[in-house]
Each structure stands twice: as C-alpha cells, then as structure tokens.
C-alpha cells in the first residue's frame, strides 16, 4: 500500500503530433479509493498503463511513496491490475491462479496458503479454490480477477480498468459492492478507472474527472457533483446532467452561465423560468406522492427538475432554481443559494 | 516479446533464406559456373537462363497448364466447400459428424496410392492430359482441407447474425452472398491460399494425369536433362519463376490472411 | 458451443461436396480395394487372391523396413517442427512495419513445388558446389550426404523443417495474435517469466491451431514422396526410403498391381489410425478437463 503521486506527467506516442497526456498532477494518498471518471478518448487507457509500467513517461515522473518508478517494468512495481474482462489463467485451479502471483515473488507454501485462505474469504469464494478458473461463471471469475489483485500483502496499488463491463447489469451493483468492501479491510490504494459516473461516484472516496485538456477536477464525490469545476464536468456527471442557462435569468447570478441540478430545482408558478413540460418520468414515490424527472421546454432549452409529480405533459408551468453554480468561459466562479 | 525469441526468429530466417539464396544464385549463373569451381557468389551473372525459359514454348506453356488447373481447381474448392462448411457450422443433420471426419480422411489419403486409379479413370472418362483432370484430382485434399478451415471460420461467427437478416426480411441468398461471405473474407483469403498452396505445389498427382498436351511446369521441370547432363542453371531459373505466383496470391491476400488466420478457430 | 438446430435440409449444402469427393475419393479407392484382392497378370486375366497381399505385405521385410523408417521421420520432423515454429511465431513482431514481410518470407517455403525443393537442397547440400556443403566441409566436418547414410538423412530432415516449420509458425502466429493483450499484461504484473507465459498463457490458447498443425504435419510427412525421391532417391541403398517412394516403385516401376493396391489399402489405414489416435488423445484430455 502505498500513497501515489503524479508529477507533470507527460506522453506523447511514439510519431504522434500532439501529447496524449501532457502536464498531469495528481495525488493520491495511502488506502485511498480513487476513481478515473473520463469520456473515451480522455487517455484513462494511456494513464492506466503509465501506472501500470507497460508505458514509461515522456516527461515528468509517477512516485510510490515518494519514489520514483517512472522507468520501472510492472513486476517490480508491486501493481496489480484487473481488466474489463476476467483475465485467468485457465488451465489452473482458482488457489492456483491465486497462488500465482506470490509464488513467482518467492513466498513460502504455508505464508501462500494462509493468504489465499485470507482473500478468498474475504470474497466469498472458499468453496470455488479446487475449481478450474474455466468452469466458472462470468461474475465468479471476475471476482478472482479482482482476488488475484489482492493476493501481494505488499501491493502498492491496485489497478480496475472498468471492471464491472463484463458482468451482467443485475449482477454489477453487487461485485461494486464486494470491491468496496474488500477495498476498505484491506485498505489498498486502489484506482479504479471508468466512463460511468454511477461507478465512479458510488464506489470512490475521490474522483478526477479527466478529459483531454488533463484532470480538471479531483474531489470527493460530493464536491464533484455539487460544485463542478468546469460545465463539462456537471454536464458529465450526474444522471441527468446539470442544467444550463444564461446566467441573467437568474438575475443576481455572475458569469455567463448558471448550472443546476435537477434536484435543486422545484415546479412553481412563481418561479424565474417558465415553459411546458415535455415528458414526464416516474421514478418513485415519496410520502404517497408520485416522485420522478419532469423534462420542460423552455425558452432556454430542455429543463430537467426532480421532485414530486404533480403535472402532465403540456402543461405550462414555472420552475424556481434554489441552488446555483455560477460558470465564466466555462469554468465555476461561484456558486450559492437563491431566496 | 522475449528477446530470445527474436534471436531465434532471426536465425530460423537466415536459415530459410539461404537455400532460397543459392537458388537464385545459380538461377543467374550458367551452368558451367554452378558445375565448376565453388563460388559464394555468382561468378559472372547472366539473365541467359531466363531468356532461355521465355524463349521456349514448353516452358511458358507449362507455367500457363499449371495455373490453369490450379485456379479451376481453387475455383471448384471453393464453389463447393463454402455452402457444406455453412451447412457443417450452422446445422445437425442425419450423420454429420461421420460425414466430417470422413471428409477429413480423404486429406489423409496419401497420393501415392491414387496413382494408378486415377491414371485408369480420367482416361476413361477422356480427362487424361487437360487441365481439369488434375484440377479434379487436387480436389481429393483441397476439398477436404477448404471445408474443415471454412468450418472453424463460419462456426466463429454468430448465429445471431443470420437470424437478424432475417428479422430485415432479407432472403438467404442476400444475406449469404453480400452479408455473410464479405465478413468472412479472411477465411475465404486463408483458404485460397492453402488450396493455392497445395495444387501449385504438388507433383505426383500432375504428373500421372498429364502427357505431353497439359504437362505442369514441375513435370517439365523434372525433364530438363541435355545432352550435357542437367542444366541446373535453367532448372534453378524455372524454380525461381514457380515461387512467384505464391508470392503473387500471399500477397494479395495478406491482409486478409493475418486477419483470417487471427480469427481462425484458435481458441 | 452454440446450439445447432437439427435440419436434415443442411444435406443440400454438403451434397456438392459429397459428389465431388465420392468421384475423386470413393471410385478410385474401391479400385484399389478391388485390385488388392487380386492377382492381376494383365487387365484381362485376374484371379481373386482373397488377402494373401495384405499377408505378403505384412510379411514384407522391405514394407516393415519403410514402415519403420517412415515412423522415426514422421516422428523426427513433428519433434523439431511443433517447437521450432511456436518459438519462431513468439520471434514475430506482432504490429511492425515488418511483420507482413516476415511472414511473407515465412511463407516462401510453403509455395514452392515440391520437386524444386527438392532440387534446391539437392545442390544446396552437395559438398562440392553447394553452398551448405561446402560450409559444413570447411568447418573440417566431413559431410556428403549422397554417400552417408546419416547424412542422408539429416539433410532430409534439415529439408523437412526447412520446408514445414513456417506452416507451424504461421498457425501458432495467428493463434497469437489472438490472445488478448491483457492476458500478457497480467502475467507480466505477476512477475510470470517468458517460459510461465508460454505454459500458460500461450499454450492453452494455441491448442487448437497447433492440433491442426500437428495433424496437417503428421499426415503430410507420413505421405512424403517427392522431396526425398528427387534429392536422395530413396538413397544411399535403401536407407530414405520412405512408404510413397516404396509404394510408387511397386506399382509404377514393377506393375504389381494386386501387391501395391494392398499396401496402399494398408497404408491409409495406418494413416488413420494414427491421425485417429492422436484426435482421440487430444478430445479425451478436453473431456476430463471441464
């Protein structure tokens, strides 16, 4: 375990015109659980495998604990990655496959055996070691991926390349879950890199949003969706993303746009926005009460408010914003309450 | 990538080229030079063994017999071995599986053995000495191996496919002739390079179908003795010239190869 | 395995095939077989033998001779041929600018007819004007193939894997190719070296082509005929004889027809077996292995 840093990192491929990374800072402190939130083409492969010593920097540098591996091969790095898709060895057992890592590093039978017990408890699977990794299914596999990854008690950090693409829809919530959970025993550092910002956020405990100008926002969870750094990253996450208007509707709003979230906004007649609502989504109730999205046209574009039903589509209605994040050429420069 | 197995890569190319060196060698050689002193490199070079090919109509004929049956015979492998490995990869029927391997032990039958009835059959079905007769023949391993690299291939391919040309209203005949073979078009580049391969390549079989009307140019070949003994020179200059329709096909087809052999029934 | 519905219809796509193998498979092998149950004076005066040539055939010390020769080259070639082209198709660059010459190169050897084979190493070997010859030679190595049997016979199997092993890397190449880069990236985090790659990685995931490899290469060496006959011919003595070579003598050079049609029949039935074996062998390995 270890804290991570990167420092001006930069690269570039080999014949390539214009860097793919270029300047990129970020810190990552011991037993953290960060996720890598980027669109594709935002150079989350690129990172991953700078951290993971396939790629070696063009410039700047990648510290474990304060040292320096940028030019390290990944055996010597203690890194453990796991994939989009469960990558075994399928002609070993599941103890074997285990077993795997820690034997090329030398450990004896009986400290390999304890640990194997350790981890594969730890995810449930004592009664699948004797099984071949081939007979298993999707899911199960994955979580010896992800068991493999834990094996080193040594290992400085833990790589998850999107790991949850591969399992079934209903089954992904609970392997996000056994992650979370072995992630906060264990107390690895773990970087897990995704497109979807449900992941990142729920899994997290900081999120860097990366795109292809860098990293334009680390934060918790909370800070990321509250008070997005850039309109890109509230128009990213967040389901659906933050709304956008001019800022002057809102009247005493500075800079050129006003961001909100659909929850920071209610239907009312004496509100500062007016239009006809468009489509309706029901998500739920509350207190008896239909809840869900309400999607309203306005002059400003498409609205997105959440909160009680109580309209049907086409009817003319207002909306109050209560929460605002101010944005000048893009970027927050305040944010705040609205009487 | 090892760096041992580059070591090894590289070695194992030196070793392949070097017989493929002294062929060309002697190819521009004459004859008293290849005979006469040993040299590592061609004494005094010469085109004459070239000239000497071009100029002589029994052996351009033979270059144009040999492909000749060569592309019937790709032509027949490959018109009859794509609808049965459609029909091995997508269907169970009535003995499939026995039908499979022993389609396969055809291409296990040795040729040797075949000389004699062949010879017997194609000249009493008046085939001896044309082209096709050893078109037909090559057929006994072509058809066999086309079927069995075709099958992998298709069987690769999901099902999911042909029932969505379904669902588009498409007839079978559209779907298997501008949607199923342009997406396997590795594996059709794959197997007209091995049936390609073996016809061009065989010996035995064309020599026993062929006399003097449709001799291949292996037969013509294996006849270049004079009266002076062989004439390794035009016979080197002939082996260099039978290389490069392979060539010729491995390249056309070698995007398609790498791609057909990296979808290939690997795994 | 996908599901395959059952459709007896699937016989017209096989239909073309069958005919066309039937014709020139199944006639002339019925040939054979009759000719094999005959004594054949001429083509109009035959008598039925029943298997007295299978028996002679069986008995014949020449046949068990070649018979045995042939097993020790077969079993030779596929020794050097399986390994040496894996570990030529790990060599290969998998996304250079190179890589379509290295295979083009590789697969030089595949395309040129088998009697120019056998005359390129005829000269190429030949200690007074060939080029390996001559080498061996100088390094003091006395070496002339045309007069030592065991030369003979390394320089057939130099030939052999000469002219074969890029089959093997070839297939093992695109069964490479295959592989996903992630499998390589794990083993290399897990501190897995080249030969832990190769046993696990790799391997298991070539099966498949190198099954095919194996099975084109054991039919094809056990069928070898030209090469041999145009470089040593069969030479010195008897001693690279093989069963083609044996079973052309028989039935061209002597016109013995009812003694050739049996071996034959003999002949493809060991080919069988042994092709049958060795699928046995590999799809029963697949069973216990869920």
């Known amino acids: 375990m270890s804290s991570i840093e990167l420092k001006n990192l930069r690269f570039c491929y080999p014949g390539a015109d214009e860097d793919t990374l270029s300047d990129l800072n970020l810190q990552i402190a011991n037993g953290e659980a960060h996720a890598l939130l980027g669109a594709s083409g935002a150079g989350k492969t690129t990172l991953l495998n700078l951290l993971s010593g396939l790629l070696v920097p063009t410039a700047g540098q990648v510290l474990f604990d304060g040292r320096d591996v940028s030019e390290l091969p990944g055996r010597e790095r203690a890194v453990a990655q796991v994939f989009q898709f469960p990558v075994l060895y399928e002609a070993m057992s599941v103890a074997e496959n285990l077993a795997f890592p820690l034997r090329n590093r030398g450990l004896d039978a009986e400290a390999i055996s304890a640990r194997v017990a350790y981890v594969s408890d730890e995810l449930e699977l004592g009664d699948r070691l004797a099984r071949k990794a081939t007979s298993l299914s999707l899911f199960e596999k994955q979580l010896v991926a992800v068991g493999k990854a834990l094996m080193r008690p040594d290992v400085s950090l833990v790589l998850l390349d999107e790991p949850l693409t591969a399992v079934e829809p209903r089954i992904k919530w609970r392997l996000r879950q056994t992650l979370r959970k072995v992630q906060a025993d264990l107390g690895v550092t773990m970087i897990y890199v995704t497109h979807d910002q449900t992941e990142a956020l729920t899994f997290a405990d900081r999120v860097s949003v990366l795109t292809a100008d860098g990293i334009v926002q680390t934060g918790s969870p909370r800070e990321v969706y509250q008070s997005p750094a850039q309109e890109f990253v509230g128009h990213f996450v967040g389901s659906p993303g933050m709304n956008f208007i001019p800022a002057n509707v809102l009247q005493t709003v500075p800079g050129d746009r006003a961001g909100f979230r659909p929850e920071w906004a209610s239907i009312d007649p004496g509100g500062q926005l007016a239009g006809s609502v468009g489509r309706v989504s029901l998500l739920g109730t509350r207190g008896g009460v239909a809840e869900g999205l309400v999607t309203v046209f306005t002059e400003h574009g498409e609205v997105n408010v959440r909160g009680p039903v109580e309209v049907q589509e086409g009817d003319a209605v207002g909306i109050r914003v209560d929460r605002y994040v101010a944005f000048a050429n893009e970027l927050r420069i305040a944010e705040g309450e609205l009487a | 990538m090892s760096r041992s197995g580059r070591w090894i890569l590289c070695a194992y190319l030196v070793y392949l080229v070097l017989p493929l060196y002294w062929l060309f060698s002697m190819a521009i050689s004459s004859n008293a030079d290849i005979v006469g002193e040993f040299n590592a490199f061609p004494a005094a070079p010469t085109l004459a063994n070239f000239a000497e090919i071009f100029s002589n109509p029994v052996w351009y004929q033979a270059f144009g017999n040999s492909l000749t049956y060569v592309f019937i015979n790709t032509l027949i492998s490959l018109a009859v071995a794509i609808p049965a490995a459609y029909a091995f990869s997508r269907y169970r029927f009535l003995g499939d599986k026995q039908l499979f391997f022993w389609l396969l032990t055809n291409r296990m039958a040795p040729p040797a053995v075949f000389l004699l009835p062949f010879f017997q059959l194609y000249s009493a079905i008046g085939l001896f000495d044309t082209p096709l007769a050893v078109a037909l023949a090559h057929c006994l391993f072509t058809v066999p191996l086309s079927v069995w690299i075709l099958e992998g291939f298709f069987s690769g391919v999901p099902t999911e496919l042909d029932e969505m040309a379904q669902l588009d209203g498409h007839s079978f005949g559209y779907f298997f002739l501008r949607v199923f073979l342009p997406i396997n078009r590795g594996a059709i580049g794959v197997t007209l390079f091995f049936c390609f391969m073996f016809s061009w390549v065989e010996l035995l079989l064309a020599r026993t179908l062929s006399g003097a009307e449709a001799k291949p140019i292996v037969v013509v070949m294996t006849r270049t003795v004079s009266a002076s003994g062989l004439d390794w020179g035009v016979l080197a200059a002939a082996g260099v010239l039978t290389v490069l329709p392979g060539v010729l096909v491995v390249w056309f087809v070698r995007k398609d190869l790498v791609k057909g052999f990296a979808l290939g029934r690997v795994s | ?290």
């Open chain 3, 1 to 290: 395995m996908s599901y395959k519905p059952q459709n007896n219809r699937a016989w017209l796509g096989v239909l073309p095939v069958l005919l066309i193998v039937a014709f020139s498979a199944v006639v002339p092998l019925m040939t054979v077989i009759n000719y094999s149950v005959q004594d054949i004076l001429d083509f109009n005066t035959r008598f039925f033998v029943g298997f007295e040539w299978y028996v002679q055939t069986l008995n014949d010390e020449r046949f068990i001779e070649a018979f045995g020769r042939q097993l020790a080259f077969s079993f030779t070639v596929l020794a050097l041929e399986i390994p040496l082209g894996i570990a030529v198709a790990r060599g290969i660059p998998k996304n250079s600018r190179l890589t379509p010459l290295i295979l083009i190169v590789l697969a030089l050897p595949l395309l040129i007819p088998w009697n120019v084979v056998g005359t390129i190493w005829q000269i190429f070997a030949r200690s007074d004007i060939g080029l390996l010859g001559v080498a061996i030679n100088a390094m003091g190595i006395s070496y002339n193939y045309t007069s030592e049997p065991l030369h003979a016979w390394l320089t057939l199997v130099a030939m052999d894997v000469w002219h074969w092993t890029s089959l093997v890397a070839l297939l093992a190449f695109a069964g490479l190719t295959a592989i996903p880069q992630p499998y390589y990236q794990a083993a290399e985090l897990d501190g897995a070296s080249s030969w832990q790659v190769l046993r696990y990685v790799e391997l298991p995931r070539l099966r498949g082509v190198l099954i095919i490899a194996v099975l084109l290469r054991l039919m094809d060496s056990f069928m070898i005929y030209t090469e041999p006959f145009v470089l040593t011919g069969g030479g010195p003595g008897n001693t690279t004889t093989f069963l083609s070579q044996y079973l052309a003598t028989m039935a061209v050079g002597q016109f013995d027809l009812g003694p050739a049609a049996a071996f034959s029949v003999i002949y493809f039935l060991f080919i069988l077996l042994f092709c049958w074996l060795f699928y046995q062998s590999v799809v029963k390995r697949d069973e216990e292995t869920p």
